[in-house]
């Protein structure tokens, strides 16, 4: 029997992360993405734009340069936020700005 160690998992975006416990040596399968991280960096994108600071949705910097298994889903989010930045105003429903995406 090897040893069991726990490791912590995160999502590609970083905001997800889990313990999981492996035998010494395996390495963890990372976390999927999710809508949520979509809209939470969809936030803190928005946030940037505007300058306003939003520490109780912070995305830690990795965001901007480890994308790639959300790359497409990036891609669309800035498209749609682009169009939406005119029409957003203060902390509204994010689903309001791509449509309930
Ligand atoms: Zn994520």
């Known amino acids: 029997m090897p040893a ?3 490791r ?3 999502c590609p975006c970083g905001r997800r992360s889990s ?3 492996l035998a010494e040596g395996q390495e963890p399968l990372p ?3 999710t809508a949520e991280c979509e809209r939470h960096k969809r936030r803190a994108r928005l946030a940037d734009a505007f300058g ?3 520490p109780e ?3 830690p910097v990795q965001v901007r340069s480890t994308r790639t298994q959300c790359a497409v ?3 669309a989010m800035q498209v749609c936020c682009l169009s939406a930045l005119s029409a957003y105003t ?3 429903n994010p689903h309001h700005l791509c449509g309930g995406r």
Request: charged residues 15%; positive net charge.
């Open 19 to 21: 313990t999981v416990v």
């Open 8 to 10: 912590t998992v995160r």
């Open 52 to 54: 306003v600071p939003d």
């Open 31 to 33: 976390l999927p993405c």
């Open 73 to 75: 889903l990036w891609l």
């Open 90 to 92: 203060a902390r509204t």
């Open 57 to 59: 949705h912070y995305v």
């Open 4 to 6: 069991l160690v726990r």
